[in-house]
């Protein structure tokens, strides 16, 4: 089974930039598509952007088009998500995720996650 491991979150101020990564181990082969969610202080946990299997194809939710990069470096087993023009909305625990095809079914994957804290 796959494993997913975040790092890289904190506290940074408005307008500053962070750079997550989510390293994956376990039954690499068996990735799918990757991406990665946030959970605020009593939301739901939203996506914020999917990256599929070979990277060919990004999205991203409209609120963070234009500030935010997904990208996966599969030789590394590693997606990463380059935040820029940090807003205080941004705040919230950002959690890698990965679909795993066994079996012809595909099972949801979760990280531990990881605080970003953005000051205003």
């Known amino acids: 089974q796959v494993q997913l491991v975040e790092s890289g979150g904190g506290l940074v101020q408005a307008g500053g930039s962070l750079r997550l990564s989510c390293v994956a181990s376990?039954?690499?082969?068996?990735?799918?598509?990757m991406a990665w969610y946030r959970q605020a202080p009593g939301k739901a946990r939203d996506l914020v952007a999917r990256?599929?299997?070979?990277?060919?194809?990004?999205n991203y939710a409209d609120s963070v088009k234009g500030r935010f990069t997904i990208s996966r470096d599969n030789a590394k087993n590693t997606m990463y998500l380059e935040m820029d023009n940090l807003k205080p909305e941004d705040t919230g625990v950002y959690y890698c995720?990965?679909?795993?095809?066994?079996?012809?079914?595909?099972?949801?994957?979760w990280g531990q996650g990881t605080q970003v804290t953005v000051s205003s």
């Open positions: 376990g039954s690499i082969s068996s990735i799918k598509s």
């Open positions: 995720h990965a679909y795993e095809m066994e079996r012809l079914s595909l099972y949801n994957i």
């Open positions: 990256i599929t299997s070979g990277g060919g194809t990004t």
